[in-house]
T-cell receptor, first 113, second 116 residues
């Protein structure tokens, strides 16, 4: 069975601070995919990144960066210089080759102006 | 590209009635669509996998007779909540998987169902 744990239920930071959202996963599959999604108050899921299990390279996209470490089964997400528009619920998710997504419980991020 | 729409975006219905939610891939073909359910302030839970031209595969604990899924074409899947009850009130989200690389899942905007 697959499992995704986002231990941080809610995080609040002051604007311009950096913030890291943690994600720990469990799977028996050797081939799997990790995702991060943003869900603003409107409810629509916004795709942020997809990573496959064979690619441990960290990725940076603007103010966003991701740290994938298979040794600790973690796929953490960092926002640098946070902005109010970053306020949302962020979900980490995992899928195997069957592509069924298992979502974590989400982290509600609030950026205080 | 890769836009998925859902209709309606919100619906209120009375207990005992049935509600149909549509999920459409607007600019690509999707052989597989997924239906998720999200209760307030909770995570998304996969309900079923819908494959074009075949019966849907339901996750454990999801009543197939209550949540009827039809995937009649490569661009449309429907979820019908039959004999709705207040506990069915939730946010229903679909996703569609493209038939071409990178085979990503693209999510619809969701449908908020309230059963009174």
């Amino acid at each position: 069975a697959q499992k995704v744990t986002q231990a941080q239920t809610e995080i609040s930071v002051v604007e311009k601070e950096d913030v890291t959202l943690d994600c720990v996963y469990e799977t028996r599959d050797t081939t799997y995919y990790l995702f991060w999604y943003k869900q603003p108050p409107s409810g629509e899921l916004v795709f942020l990144i997809r990573r496959n299990s064979f690619d441990e390279q960290n990725e940076i996209s603007g103010r966003y960066s991701w740290n994938f470490q298979k040794s600790t089964s973690s796929f953490n997400f960092t926002i640098t210089a946070s902005q109010v528009v970053d306020s949302a619920v962020y979900f980490c998710a995992l899928s195997g080759i069957n592509e069924k997504l298992t979502f974590g419980t989400g982290t509600r991020l609030t950026i205080i102006p | 590209g890769a836009v998925v729409s859902q209709h309606p975006s919100w619906v209120i219905c009375k207990s005992g009635t049935s509600v149909k939610i549509e999920c459409r891939s607007l600019d690509f073909q999707a052989t597989t669509m997924f239906w998720y359910r999200q209760f307030p302030k909770q995570s998304l839970m996969l309900m079923a996998t819908s494959n074009e031209g075949s019966k849907a595969t339901y996750e454990q604990g999801v009543e197939k007779d209550k949540f009827l899924i039809n995937h009649a074409s490569l661009t449309l899947s429907t979820l019908t909540v039959t004999s709705a009850h207040p506990e069915d009130s939730s946010f229903y989200i679909c996703s569609a998987k493209g038939t071409r690389a990178p085979y990503e899942q693209y999510f619809g905007p969701g449908t908020r169902l309230t059963v009174t």
